[in-house]
């Protein structure tokens, strides 16, 4: 890749880091809550979950930020990343879909904190029209597009059911967000130049579920191959044998 300059916002960035940035922003911001000015990157990336390795090649797509023998100013190097991901800006959400998954985000105080700003919530249903829901009123589905154009919304989030999912997104994009971030488990359909993140929480713990189990096998196998001895049901030690 050529090099740019540190300035250069256009640079490019892979996607698997730009997806652990917001990791070591969070970790940052957790330092400097404890009063810590400067980190190592074996401090930083213990923070973060991963190894300094990987976080000085994340933060090499940055630019140059660290001091060789002395290491990273947490507030400047804060700011470079929460600069780079949008977040010295803030941004204004919509969230379509206020059943108990879109409750709790539209409850979710970390948000605000991080620069969104949910500006409208939105469902079909006419029950809940009216309501409000962490001091914001639901409105009808069918203002999605003026409250856009309005509040010059980029980001949407769709917390639906399956069914309706497609649906939300097409008028998502039609209206002109051309971000969304998806907790329906569907896959959407977008033109080119609308990003779609989607979490699944159903997948998560699916694979939390796999882990659980590769544990108890090995932990079954490793029991199986011990070569004598019986084993103590309460703390899963071989017990000695006691001859007779």
């Known amino acids: 890749m050529t090099a740019r300059s540190t300035t250069d916002t256009t640079r490019d960035i892979p ?8 990791v070591y922003l969070r970790a940052l911001i957790s330092l400097a809550d404890r009063n810590i000015a ?17 976080l000085r090649k994340d933060l090499s797509y940055l630019g140059s930020y660290g ?29 379509v879909g206020i059943g108990n998954l879109g409750h709790a985000l539209a409850s979710f105080s970390g948000f ?32 999605l597009a003026a409250i856009v154009a309005e509040q010059q919304v980029a980001i949407g989030v769709i917390s639906v059911p399956a069914p309706a999912a497609q649906d939300v997104a097409d008028a998502m994009v039609q ?12 896959v959407l359909s977008v033109p080119p130049g609308v990003d779609v993140r989607k979490v699944d929480l159903s997948i998560e713990l699916q694979i939390l579920a796999y882990h659980e189990s590769r544990k108890a096998h090995t932990e ?25």
């Not at 996607?15 to 917001?22: D, G, K, S, Y």
Request: some cysteine; charged content about 20%; overall charge negative.
């Open 38 to 54: 400067v980190c190592s990157s074996e401090e930083l990336a213990a923070a973060a979950g991963v190894n300094s390795a990987k």
């Open 175 to 186: 209206a002109g967000v051309s971000s969304i971030l998806n907790f329906a488990p569907v």
């Open 220 to 244: 079954a196998a490793d029991l199986d191959g011990m070569p004598s001895g019986r084993v103590n049901s309460v703390s899963g030690a071989a017990a000695p044998e006691v001859s007779a």
């Open 15 to 22: 996607e698997a880091t730009v997806a652990r940035l917001p």
């Open 112 to 143: 605000r904190s991080r620069g969104f700003r949910i500006v409208a919530l939105l469902d079909a249903d006419a029950s809940l029209h009216g309501k409000e829901v962490a001091g914001i009123a639901v409105r009808p589905f069918d203002e």
């Open 67 to 95: 001091t060789r023998g002395v290491g990273y100013d947490v507030d400047y190097l804060r700011y470079q990343i929460a600069r780079e991901i949008g977040g010295t800006q803030e941004w204004p959400v919509v969230i």
